[in-house]
């Protein structure tokens, strides 16, 4: 009887790590596809030539159902280092020149990894893209009812594309955004390429 309940117990243990492994493996699987790179079906290649970046980029138009308009804004002042794209009312991509420096992502992983008041979650993790989801940690009484409080969290990306030694951090706006839109935006930033 005992050798039975032995058995019984090292099988359960052998299916917890097993169906641990699994899980592991499909966060990783849906990690990897939370960009799907060889469909840009639903954007338009616009190039940014003409705002003093020697590049272009994929952004959504109008069939990507996000609310956006056809028409892509980008805001730059001459002389200016910073850029916004707005496609619409919900995709806003921060881009700014930061010359010569080429560690821009890794700089944002520790800033994000010294963080007190959210905690980190990465949806994708890149050399030059991360995609991350950040939620409020709640402190308060033990004695608290579990309905008071709301749960605070924003999705992000971030990343860093060089074009002709230039190093451009490209990013999403600080309240961050719907993941939907944070997908978006983490494509069109994969798409950025200089223009020859």
């Known amino acids: 009887m005992v050798i039975k309940q032995l058995f019984i117990f090292f099988f359960l243990i052998a299916l917890f790590f097993s169906s641990c492994d699994t899980f592991s493996e499909s966060k990783n699987a849906e990690n990897n596809n939370l960009i799907n790179e060889e469909e840009y079906y639903e954007f338009k290649g616009v190039s940014l030539q003409e705002y003093a970046i020697p590049a ?103 990343g860093q594309k060089i074009s002709r030694g230039i190093t451009y951090e490209l990013r999403s706006q600080d309240s961050g955004s719907s993941l939907e839109i944070i997908k978006l935006m983490a494509k069109s930033i994969k798409s950025f390429k200089t223009l020859e």
């Open 56 to 158: 272009s980029i994929m952004l959504p138009d109008e069939t990507a159902n996000i609310g956006a308009s056809t028409v892509v804004e980008v805001l730059h002042k001459d002389g200016d280092f910073l850029w916004d794209i707005l496609v619409g009312p919900n995709f806003s991509l921060h881009i700014e020149d930061f010359g010569d420096r080429i560690n821009m992502v890794e700089n944002k992983r520790q800033e994000l990894k010294e963080e007190t008041l959210f905690h980190v979650e990465y949806l994708l993790n890149e050399n030059d893209l991360i995609v991350y989801k950040k939620t409020l940690i709640v402190k308060g009484s033990i004695k608290a009812s579990p309905r008071v409080g709301v749960e605070h969290k924003s999705f992000h990306v971030y």
